[in-house]
Nanobody, 122 residues
Framework: QVQLVESGGGLVQPGGSLRLSCEASGSIFSIDAMGWYRQAPGKQRELVARITTDGSTNYADSVKGRFAISRDYAENTVRLQMNSLKPEDTAVYYC????????????????WGQGTQVTVSS
């Protein structure tokens, strides 16, 4: 019914930049919030950044001032601009969306993308 397709991961040197994108498609009535999570080997998945429909954002303390989340409402797309990347940012990054389906808009659902690898290494 709904797909989240991520792009933009890869290998970058410390101090470099990457931009992740995620497009949601399918029988979507509305999207309440979109965000990015990450999971490093041996660690739990953690919130990186999230943006709601009214534009409110929140970030993990570890990425504040370096990462910026933005959303294209017309295209159901969320992007994550990552600057000044550090080796500790290495992880699989997952797109997340809290949305409502066209068929039953009174119910909220959470969907995840398949993940994209970000590796920060010299």
């Amino acid at each position: 019914q709904v797909q989240l397709v991520e792009s933009g991961g890869g290998l970058v040197q410390p101090g470099g930049s990457l931009r992740l994108s995620c497009e949601a498609s399918g029988s979507i009535f509305s999207i309440d919030a979109m965000g990015w999570y990450r999971q490093a080997p041996g660690k739990q998945r953690e919130l990186v950044a999230r943006i709601t429909t009214d534009g409110s954002t929140n970030y993990a303390d570890s990425v504040k001032g370096r990462f910026a989340i933005s959303r294209d409402y017309a295209e159901n797309t969320v992007r994550l601009q990552m600057n000044s990347l550090k080796p500790e940012d290495t992880a699989v990054y997952y797109c997340n969306a809290d949305l409502r389906l066209t068929q039953r808009p009174e119910y909220g659902h959470t969907y995840w993308g398949q993940g994209t690898q970000v590796t920060v290494s010299s």
